[in-house]
Nanobody, 118 residues
Framework: QVQLVESGGGLVQAGGSLRLSCTAS????????MGWYRQAPGKQRELVAS???????DYGASVQGRFTISRDNAKNTVALQMNSLKPEDTAVYYC????????????WGQGTQVTVSS
């Protein structure tokens, strides 16, 4: 029983910045990697960024150099700093995590809308 709650989405002008946050709660025991995915209408869900407990990161090619992912293991939180936003970044952003103690089960947040105007 793990819940993920995202916050920080909203409307921003192209070139602006936005910071998303996600907190995991519930019967967690210990969580593994955390990440952010996004999905725009009519498109497949794609990886934005992920980060392991040790801090190793991966980024989607379209956000490399513009977005930064970070986490706080003690608080079970992950954040995504988004800079130089483009209209193409408009999507619903989803937080996810994996819980090894629950059989490596994946959990997803409800999503938060990010809209970038031109």
């Amino acid at each position: 029983q793990v819940q993920l709650v995202e916050s920080g989405g909203g409307l921003v002008q192209a070139g602006g910045s936005l910071r998303l946050s996600c907190t995991a709660s519930g019967r967690i025991f210990s969580i593994g990697a955390m990440g952010w995915y996004r999905q725009a209408p009519g498109k497949q869900r794609e990886l934005v960024a992920s980060i392991t407990r040790s801090g190793s990161t991966d980024y989607g090619a379209s956000v490399q150099g513009r977005f930064t992912i970070s986490r706080d293991n003690a608080k079970n939180t992950v954040a995504l700093q988004m800079n130089s936003l483009k209209p193409e970044d408009t999507a619903v952003y989803y937080c996810n995590t994996v819980v090894p103690a629950m059989g490596w089960k994946y959990y997803w947040g409800q999503g938060t809308q990010v809209t970038v105007s031109s």
